[in-house]
């Protein structure tokens, strides 16, 4: 039973199209991330959700814009896309009352832009 | 500010012995340290996590960490080796508490192969 789930598990895609990942978790946590690993396989935060609200927004380009339905629910939409933008990104998540802070992470989404 | 230096960016060690991965840490406060495991192609794993209780930390699959506050260090040891321990290997602190939550702040990762 998959705690943090992700689709798709690849996309390719052009420069300058839309696209966007989504993540789903049924752990009941109330914090959601993403997370860009680069191809350095280096990891850094993008965004966190609590209760669907943000809580962390790092230094990212506008065009990528987090959407959170639902407390189980973080999508990551990506306009007008980059070469710079291929990475590997990484949906977690967490609850935030917990004293550990411990994120479960999903399988991620590698992103390619051609 | 919180940060991690992971002094070897790839390990590696024949199946059966010893694993060591290094980990040095930054803190302005008493740190919360993680390592976590990353498989070809699959999600991160959380292997243990120090919080301040026992310095010695036992996780998954046999892996241990010490931490030691003289030599700001959190280095994750195996007392022998398998095939299936080859993967990426993050060391992790938490980050400052800003606005009610704290941020995970990663390593460079460390690159760990398992010969034969």
């Known amino acids: 039973d998959t705690a943090v789930s992700q689709t798709p598990k690849y996309l390719v895609t052009q420069m300058g199209n839309d696209k966007s990942i989504k993540c789903e978790q049924n752990?009941?946590?109330?914090?959601m991330y993403w997370y860009k690993q680069d191809s350095k396989k280096f990891l850094k935060i993008m965004f966190s959700?609590?209760?669907?609200?943000?809580?962390i927004n790092e230094t990212v380009p506008n065009r990528f814009s987090p959407k959170s339905p639902d407390k189980a629910h973080l999508n990551l939409h990506i306009n007008s896309l980059e070469l710079g933008d291929s990475a590997v990104y990484f949906c977690?998540?967490?609850?935030?009352?917990?004293?550990?802070?411990?994120?479960?992470f999903g399988p991620g989404t590698r992103l390619t832009v051609l | 500010a919180q940060s991690v230096t992971q002094l070897d960016s790839h390990v590696s060690v024949s199946e059966g012995t010893p694993v060591l991965l290094r980990c040095n840490y930054s803190?302005?406060?008493?740190?919360?340290l993680f390592w976590y495991v990353q498989h070809p192609n699959k999600g991160l794993q959380l292997l243990l996590k120090?919080?301040?209780?026992?310095?010695l930390v036992k996780g998954i699959n046999g892996f241990e960490a010490e931490f030691k506050k003289s030599e700001t260090s959190f280095h994750l040891t195996k007392p022998s080796a398998h095939m299936s321990d080859a993967a990426e290997y993050f060391c992790?602190?938490?980050?400052?508490?800003?606005?009610?939550?704290?941020?995970?702040?990663f390593g460079a990762g460390t690159r760990l192969a398992v010969h034969p």
């Open positions: 977690a998540s967490s609850q935030s009352r917990g004293s550990y802070n411990e994120q479960f």
């Open positions: 752990l009941g946590h109330d914090t």
């Open positions: 959700y609590n209760n669907k609200e943000l809580i």
């Open positions: 803190s302005s406060y008493s740190p919360s």
């Open positions: 120090y919080t301040s209780a026992a310095t």
């Open positions: 992790v602190v938490r980050g400052p508490y800003s606005g009610g939550y704290n941020k995970l702040i």
